[in-house]
């Protein structure tokens, strides 16, 4: 089973930034595709991010501002958050797809961390 970790949420002036960090432990043959999704209060959860084959695709309201990485040596998925708004606040989740040993195929989601912009 594929487990991941997310960390670096917290409270944020408008702005400013934050760096998400989302670890994955478990047996891991490949990632096909990595993304960070969001969920604000009354919302919809929607994608912000995603990293598919060195391809990077992001939510027009993120433009510019975030940005998507991969350690592949420490499996561990990164978002980093420039010039936050306070539309920014939600909940944020990484979701990862891929195959585990066997070529089992698996897609896994992490617990979710917060992220709040306010003055």
């Known amino acids: 089973q594929v487990q991941l970790v997310e960390s670096g949420g917290g409270l944020v002036q408008p702005g400013g930034s934050l760096r998400l960090s989302c670890a994955a432990s478990g047996s891991i043959f490949s990632i096909h595709s990595m993304a960070w999704y969001r969920q604000a209060p009354g919302k919809q959860r929607e994608l912000v991010a995603s990293?598919?084959?060195?391809?990077?695709n992001y939510a027009d309201s993120v433009k510019g501002r975030f940005t998507i990485s991969r350690d592949n040596a420490k499996n561990t998925l990164y978002l980093q958050m420039d010039s936050l708004k306070p539309e920014d606040t939600a909940v944020y989740y990484c979701?990862?797809?891929?195959?585990?040993?066997?070529?089992?195929?698996?897609?896994?989601w992490g617990q979710g961390t917060q992220v709040t912009v306010s003055s």
């Open positions: 979701k990862l797809d891929g195959l585990r040993p066997g070529f089992l195929a698996f897609s896994s």
């Open positions: 990293m598919r084959s060195g391809t990077r």
